[in-house]
């Protein structure tokens, strides 16, 4: 997959797809960010801009963490992957909560 197509896949993903579930599923969070912000801090296991350097992130991710981030959310979309508890811990590594 080419660096564009990763890139068209995540802001697919995060603009459209998970903010078109978001309601219907009960999703603690429903705005394109906060889908950006749980997945790309579990691709980097931590928070995001400790990792990547510059904005917009998902431009300045690695290939590796972009992938990361784009199979968990679709791993969320699937029901594959609790969003509540991956929101909490993006919260924690925040100290959000």
Same mark, same amino acid.
């Given at each position: 997959?080419?660096? *564009?197509?990763?890139e068209?896949?995540?802001?697919a993903l995060?603009?459209? +797809?998970?903010?078109g &579930?978001?309601?219907?599923r009960g999703w603690? +969070?429903?705005?394109?960010h906060?889908f950006q912000r749980? &997945?790309?801090?579990? $691709?980097c !296991? *931590?928070r995001?801009?400790?990792?990547i350097?510059?904005?917009p $992130?998902?431009?300045?991710a690695?290939d590796?963490?972009?992938? $990361?981030?784009v199979? &968990? !959310?679709?791993? +969320?979309?699937?029901?594959?992957a609790d969003l $509540?508890?991956?929101?909490r811990?993006? &919260? +924690?590594?925040r100290?959000?909560v």
């Open positions: 997959m080419t660096r *564009e197509e990763r068209r896949r995540w802001l995060t603009r459209e +797809v998970m903010p &579930l978001a309601r219907a603690p +969070v429903h705005a394109d906060c749980i &997945l790309l801090d579990h $691709a !296991g *931590e995001w801009y400790d990792a350097a510059a904005r $992130a998902y431009r300045h690695t590796a963490q972009l992938d $990361a981030a199979a &968990l !959310g679709e791993a +969320v979309v699937a029901g594959d $509540a508890a991956l929101n811990q993006s &919260l +924690v590594w100290r959000k």
